[in-house]
Each structure stands twice: as structure tokens, then as C-alpha cells.
């Protein structure tokens, strides 16, 4: 076999980007979130799993709500400065314009095409890290971004993760159907 | 304000894609799945959401064992079409080239550019679906995949996926490094 066996020196590639908001000594902060992802369909749930003991956790545990706001590329060295710096040392609630959906503690950054907001669901333990997982109650964005009364990547300018190799990548083009290029082999 | 609440109708944009593994009746069985990430740093464990019974689920409860591929676009209608049809009803065993690691259980796809080897370190139950957790123990790739010892996305292919639009799309260039483009704003 030609394979190398790298070790453990490997994640998921490549990850989601995203700014985590939350109400902590009654300001917004806000945390850059990679290891995150959809856990649940029915409820929709989102997952966030944070390692050591974040500021933003203190917020997400009193008021038991949060937000999950995806960041184009200019807003990219904010999103990277948001995972550089706690709150407990610098306050970031001037960073972005915040706005508040239903949930009246979930600052959400008006800058990001895409804005989850969270109401806390439960939360599980892991050897190092604690999973926060959050039902989504409302998903806001802006007219420009939707094509078809759904959220376009396209139009949004993302951009992703990779590590341990600490790089951010830009998406390209979109290729095929999801649920449906695959039927040709049926 | 001018956002507007789409509602349940967004996810986590966008998702990595992934080919999962695992040996079920005797042979080796794959499934698309998009729902994944990393969830604890050390040891490293990486998380698959599944909903319903899937095939594949029994075999990682059988052995206690899984793979996580990342397919090049070049594989985007053979791991579409792991998504599509059910272990159950159709052999998918041949579908590529398989190679095992040190678990002799988890079958991994010799065609991907990067594999992950995981063994089976918990589950977790949500209210519709069930959360796989497995631990790193190995990471497979080529020679022609690395930069400086690390796998190297640039040199991947890959493709990622948005949910519910169901669109695949495809990576472009390298844009900074991460925990350093954001320093400046210190």
C-alpha cells in the first residue's frame, strides 16, 4: 500500500467558519467557531464544541441562548481576531453592528450574510472539550442573499477552515445537485 | 431593520463532505454524510449525526469502528451516490478500492485523498438523530497531498455541500492563515 499513515495529524476538512454571539455581563461577545456543525433535524439543532473555559460560555449558560453568524471575507480578520482575543481581555462588543432577533440575548452580527439564532438545547461533556448544541429558532439574512426564498452560498462569499495547517480558502463555483448527481449510477 | 427571518430554513454554511466506512454483514459499507466535525481536541474525536436506522450504523456497533473519507471531486457522483441508496438494498462494496489500517474493521477508500481511521468512543442521543463519536487513531494519505508533513487542501479537490438548497461546490484558492491575519486588529 502507498498510503502514508500520518497519525493523528488530521481533522475534517475543510470546516465552517463562524462568529458565536452571546450576552456575557449584559454586552455582546463574540468567539470564532469552527468545530461546528448541524446535529438534529427536527428540531433543527446546531452543534458547537468549545475547548478550555470561554467567556462566551459564561453568557450561553445564563441565558441560555447564543447565535451562530457566518462571515464573508471581509469580514475575515475580525472573525480570526475573535479567536485571538477573549473577552475576558478585550470587549468586542463594539466589533459589529448587533442586532437581536426573538431571543432578546443572542446579539447577532448584522454584517454576515447568514445569522443562526440559538436557544440552548442541552449540553454533552467530552474527554476535553463541551458540546453546546443550540435548536435554531430563527435563521436571518439580507434580500440579496436568497435565491428562491432559500440562503445562496453563491451570492455570500464565504469562506472555510482548514487545521492543523491554521489556512482559510475562499469557495469557488457551485459544481452539481446534491441528491441527485448520483442517481446516474443507480 | 432590514434582515429578514427566513425562519428554520438555514443550516451550517457550508458542511464538509465526507465518505463514512464501516464493515457491515462481512463487508465494507459506505455513506455520504455532511453532518460531521471535530469535537474534542484531545484525544481528537470526530462526531457523525445520523438520522434514522442507517445501514451503516450496524456495523460501528458491531465492531466499534468507522472511517471518514474526503472525496475529490473527481468521486462526487459515487459519494452522491452513497447518499442516495441504502446498504440494504444495493452492494456498494465494490464501489472502490478499499484499505485497512491498523482496525482491521474500518474499511477506507483508497481513491480519497485523506482518511481518517476512528474507533468508536461513544454515542449520544438527540431527538432525531444519533451522534457517532470516534477517536483518531490514524490518518491516511498520499506523498502528494502533504506540504511541510500536513495535509494540504490546496492540493485536494475537495467539495463541500449546502443543505437545503442541496448544492455541491467546489474550493478555491488559499486566502491567509488563521490565529495570524487577525493579530493586527490587536
Same mark, same amino acid.
Given at each position: 500500500?502507498?498510503?502514508?499513515?500520518?497519525?493523528?495529524?488530521?481533522?475534517?476538512?475543510?470546516?465552517?467558519?463562524?462568529?458565536?454571539?452571546?450576552?456575557?455581563?449584559?454586552?455582546?461577545?463574540?468567539?470564532?467557531?469552527?468545530?461546528?456543525?448541524?446535529?438534529?433535524?427536527?428540531?433543527?439543532?446546531?452543534?458547537?464544541?468549545?475547548?478550555?473555559?470561554?467567556?462566551?460560555?459564561?453568557?450561553?449558560?445564563?441565558?441560555?441562548?447564543?447565535?451562530?453568524?457566518?462571515?464573508?471575507?471581509?469580514?475575515?480578520?475580525? $472573525?480570526? !481576531?475573535? #479567536?485571538?482575543?477573549? %473577552?475576558?481581555?478585550? &470587549?468586542?462588543?463594539? *466589533?459589529?453592528?448587533?442586532?437581536?432577533?426573538?431571543?432578546?440575548?443572542?446579539?447577532?452580527?448584522?454584517?454576515?450574510?447568514?445569522?443562526?439564532?440559538?436557544?440552548?438545547?442541552?449540553?454533552?461533556?467530552?474527554?476535553?472539550? $463541551?458540546? !453546546?448544541? #443550540?435548536?435554531?429558532? %430563527?435563521?436571518?439574512? &439580507?434580500?440579496?442573499? *436568497?435565491?428562491?426564498?432559500?440562503?445562496?452560498?453563491?451570492?455570500?462569499?464565504?469562506?472555510?477552515?482548514?487545521?492543523?495547517?491554521?489556512?482559510?480558502?475562499?469557495?469557488?463555483?457551485?459544481?452539481?445537485?446534491?441528491?441527485?448527481?448520483?442517481?446516474?449510477?443507480?
Amino acid at each position: 500500500m502507498d498510503k502514508i499513515n500520518i497519525g493523528t495529524k488530521a481533522y475534517v476538512y475543510p470546516m465552517p467558519v463562524s462568529i458565536v454571539g452571546a450576552t456575557v455581563g449584559g454586552k455582546p461577545n463574540f468567539l470564532a467557531v469552527a468545530w461546528l456543525n448541524m446535529v438534529n433535524f427536527n428540531p433543527p439543532i446546531v452543534m458547537l464544541s468549545l475547548g478550555g473555559r470561554k467567556y462566551t460560555v459564561e453568557g450561553i449558560e445564563e441565558h441560555k441562548t447564543f447565535s451562530v453568524n457566518f462571515p464573508a471575507i471581509d469580514l475575515m480578520e475580525k $472573525t480570526d !481576531y475573535c #479567536g485571538l482575543v477573549s %473577552g475576558r481581555k478585550a &470587549d468586542k462588543s463594539q *466589533l459589529f453592528e448587533v442586532f437581536y432577533g426573538e431571543l432578546k440575548t443572542a446579539p447577532m452580527v448584522k454584517e454576515c450574510p447568514l445569522s443562526l439564532e440559538c436557544k440552548l438545547h442541552s449540553t454533552h461533556s467530552m474527554p476535553s472539550n $463541551t458540546l !453546546y448544541f #443550540g435548536e435554531i429558532v %430563527g435563521a436571518y439574512t &439580507d434580500e440579496r442573499y *436568497l435565491t428562491g426564498g432559500k440562503p445562496d452560498m453563491g451570492k455570500m462569499n464565504l469562506f472555510v477552515l482548514t487545521m492543523p495547517d491554521s489556512n482559510y480558502w475562499a469557495l469557488d463555483k457551485q459544481l452539481d445537485k446534491a441528491w441527485k448527481v448520483g442517481l446516474k449510477l443507480k
